[in-house]
């Protein structure tokens, strides 16, 4: 019994992390930049500094409108996403994970002058997140290519 009792400490702790995550209130875009990632190597951004955090963002060519729908193509085809904000140039999207239901948030934005699509993906709840982030955004990056 008391075995039973310390298997599901962990599920329990990680259930109610999930159920007490909020928005981060730092979303958006300030002075043409995304907020840096936090310390915790939860978070890639085409705009981090250090390398445990870059990653490179999205080069594509044509009208920046048509670059955006086709991020919005790819993400809305993804399993259990949300999308919580579409501008012309700004798009913020909530990913849920099937097991505890955390939160990722995403944010896309154009640079048009660049040919660039700068992004951040960062988990709200926890300190590490096992690479999703990373990988997440690397196959997205890898749909819009073959959506060229």
Known sequence: ??????????????????????????????NGKLAPCPDSPNCVSTQAEDPGHRIEPIAFSGPPATGLARIKTI???????TIVTAGDDYLHVEFCSALFRFVDDVEF?????????????????????????RRRMEAIRAAFRQSE
Do not use: E, W, Y
């Open 109 to 133: 934005l154009i640079d048009a002058s660049a040919g660039q699509i700068h992004f951040r993906s960062a988990s709200r709840a926890g300190h590490g997140d096992l690479g999703v982030n």
């Open 1 to 30: 019994m008391v075995a039973c009792g310390v298997l599901l400490l962990p599920i329990v702790g990680l259930a109610v992390l999930s159920a007490l995550s909020r928005k981060p209130s730092n979303l958006g875009v300030v």
């Open 75 to 81: 993400v809305a085809a993804l399993p259990r996403t």
